[in-house]
């Protein structure tokens, strides 16, 4: 009877843990948070493109091609949603029990980041402009100029206290139409001297309208690298930021212009 008894035990230990004691993990072969973790911390269109490959292209394949079989309009969330639903859904993680509550800027209140004392001339928002390719193929520092992707929309959020926000736009091109993303990534600014910085991220989240209902997917509990750069304010109105190493790439952002207010009509 005992090692019958032990079987029982054995079966009984190795059975799943309730849902609510297990540890959120990434399904293979679907758009998840690793994918949006990975996203929030890149600048350049080719860093997006290795981050949406690993685990959800296919995914994606499938999804667009059934929104563009059922003649979807790009703005048109319901129709995607109706048509193509069930595909939607097993293209991306689904969305947790309790949702996550959006956090509209990370960069105010009490558990804002703060980093080092920010250069007046570095604080604002910077919109990419241009990035480099490194000319990895024949192994030399040479750089190939390439204007950003219009569906992958980049901009560094700077404050006065030492927090930033680095979003990328994710549109219906990259996650079939329908859907959309926001993904920030926040954290820390170190100004180490006047040539160098680092961005030490700390949390991020994902938001958006996801196969018709809205999403805020939280990266809190990813793997973020940060990043080190040394950096140049051209003109005032141009940051460049330059990533040390052989291969020098380089991100050139440019200050976001406020749009002027509609004049008021005169009585």
Known sequence: MRPLRLLVLLLVSAAPLPAAAQAPRTVAGVCGRTNWVCVSECIDAECVDKCMREGCEDALKR????????????DDTACAAKSCGLT???????????????????????KAPKGTAVPKELVGTWV?????????????AERIDVQPRSDYARALQVTPSGCFVLRTKLDDATLGRGSTLDVRAWGRLEVKDKKHLALRTQDGQ?????????RVVPLSQGKFKGGEFTY????KDSLVLTVPGATRQTFQFEREKQEAP???PKP
């Not at 667009?64 to 790009?74: G, L, R, V």
């Not at 939607?88 to 009490?110: H, I, Q, R, Y």
């Not at 990419?128 to 030399?140: C, F, K, R, W």
Request: net charge negative.
């Open 63 to 74: 999804l667009k091609a059934c929104t563009s079989k059922a003649a979807c309009a790009p």
């Open 88 to 110: 939607c859904e097993k293209s991306f993680e689904p969305a947790p029990k309790s949702p996550e509550k959006l956090v509209t800027n990370p960069c105010e209140g009490d």
């Open 128 to 140: 990419l402009s241009a990035a480099s390719i490194p000319d990895t193929d024949q192994g030399q």
């Open 206 to 214: 994902a938001v958006g309208p996801v196969c018709g209902k809205q």
């Open 232 to 235: 140049a304010i051209e003109e």
């Open 262 to 264: 509609e004049p008021q």
